[in-house]
């Protein structure tokens, strides 16, 4: 019998997708694998449970979680969850660490050896694993999408006897995976499209999908992206500039998609109300970064949100399970790619390698630790201060008492007390 793969039904509500696919399966069980998918765990995703069976996998139910080896997972496992996980299995999911911490120390106690997906290093070798540009692309598609359907009108113009219908203009700004694709999407719907960044290595991709770029080109823009790829977090002052180059471009335009995101920090403030506030009625913004605090002022993570002069601020969730069953399916290829180099060939088990630069990067928990370096030591940090804190209940009951028998100072032999002061400084450092 081979070592077990478990595909659990996502718990959380508004989550529709799964961690596998009928061709994810076939191939995990052509490498020794016996795989169990909970019963209905792709229906969301439109992959029937004959499907997977098709495919070799067996249906199952929850509680064979315990017996499995690896799981696959979309989000972070909860509480719940992990009491069902059995010590030493590998558990690879799109984790969303920072902020949860309390999270990953749960995962740390369970035993489970982590991988957060969307730490995957951007380089040549991991580009099939990529799980944040899979995602993301669909995420730039699906916000044209849904911003089209509330602008409730053509897109296109049209040139037609009754007269001409102008094209809508579409401004995107963050032009990374999901702005690249929301301007092709754009463009192909026959918007007129104009998208901003603060990298200055997107101004050609930019324009090499027919749209135009807008940007404070000085010398912090044409330093700002990091090693990685990611961009880096502006200083005050390029932001002001920006804003002020943006905001009068912002007033024309009939929908705004915000893209920016920033690993490890909140959504940084890119539309200000007053910005709104200049749009046309029956404009749209479309605020993909709602889930970390937003771009838009006035956005609302879950909601649609119509403000006072008629601009529709769209703040949906998880916009890649929107179209659940294409992100799915890239979603299950990310997994089987990763999970593919962590397989001896030889023995067909699961033999991670702790030293490959894909482990390293990706793992967060291990044999009851937590060890990815971002994370490393939070936990032992926040156990010996929650000690303290019940400690100091009774130290401070036994000074008072001992205070109540030990005979009154005279009042001038009293010093000025600094523990309030102390006390002060002690919170703004913690």
Not at 381 to 394: C, D, I, L
């Amino acid at each position: 019998m081979g070592q077990i793969i478990f595909i659990p039904r996502e718990v959380e509500a508004n989550e529709a997708r799964v961690a596998a696919s009928a061709d994810s399966v076939k191939r995990l069980v052509g490498l020794g694998f016996d795989v169990i998918v909970e019963a209905g765990a792709g229906l969301a995703s439109r992959i029937v449970d004959d499907e997977f069976s098709k495919a070799g996998a067996k249906i199952g139910k929850a509680s064979d979680a315990a017996r499995a080896d690896v799981v696959l997972k979309v989000r972070r496992p909860t509480d719940a969850e992990l009491k069902g996980y059995k010590a030493g299995a590998a558990v690879l999911a799109t984790m969303d660490p920072y902020g949860n911490e309390a999270s990953v120390a749960a995962m740390a106690r369970a035993g489970v050896t982590a991988f957060a997906m969307e730490f995957m290093p951007r380089i040549t070798r991991a580009q099939v694993m990529d799980v944040l540009s899979s995602q993301a692309n669909l995420a730039g598609y699906q916000a044209v999408i849904d911003a089209a359907a509330e602008y409730d009108r053509a897109l296109p113009m049209m040139m037609t006897a009754a007269g001409t219908v102008p094209a809508a203009k579409v401004f995107v700004m963050g032009v990374g995976v999901a702005g690249l694709q929301a301007i092709a999407t754009a463009r192909r719907l026959g918007a007129v499209v104009t998208a901003t960044d603060v990298r200055p290595a997107v101004k050609e991709q930019v324009q090499s999908l027919g749209a135009k770029f807008l940007a404070v080109e000085d010398e912090e823009f044409k330093a700002a992206e990091t090693a990685g790829g990611y961009a880096k977090e502006m200083s005050k002052e390029y932001q002001a500039k920006q804003a002020a180059l943006t905001a009068e471009h912002i007033a024309k335009q009939d929908i705004v998609i915000t893209t920016a995101l920033i690993p490890g920090r909140p959504a940084p403030r890119l539309i200000a109300a007053d910005v709104v506030a200049s749009m046309k009625p029956g404009s749209v913004i479309v605020d993909l970064a709602v889930e970390r605090g937003g771009n838009v002022e006035g956005a609302e993570a879950g909601k649609i949100v119509t403000t006072a002069n008629g601009v529709k601020i769209v703040g949906h969730l998880n916009v890649p399970g929107r179209v659940a069953a294409s992100a799915s399916l890239l979603y299950a290829r990310n997994l089987y790619a990763f999970l593919e180099t962590m397989i001896d060939k030889e023995s067909r088990q699961v033999a991670i390698n702790r030293e490959d630069e894909l482990v390293k990067a990706t793992m967060l928990t291990d044999t009851g630790k937590i060890v990815h370096p971002n994370f490393a030591g939070k936990a032992e940090e926040a156990a010996p201060a929650k000690e303290a804190a019940k400690a100091r209940v009774p130290a401070a009951a036994k000074a008072k008492s001992a205070a109540a028998k030990k005979p009154a100072a005279p009042k001038a032999a009293r010093k000025p007390s600094t523990a309030t002061s102390s006390r002060k400084t002690g919170g703004e450092n913690a």
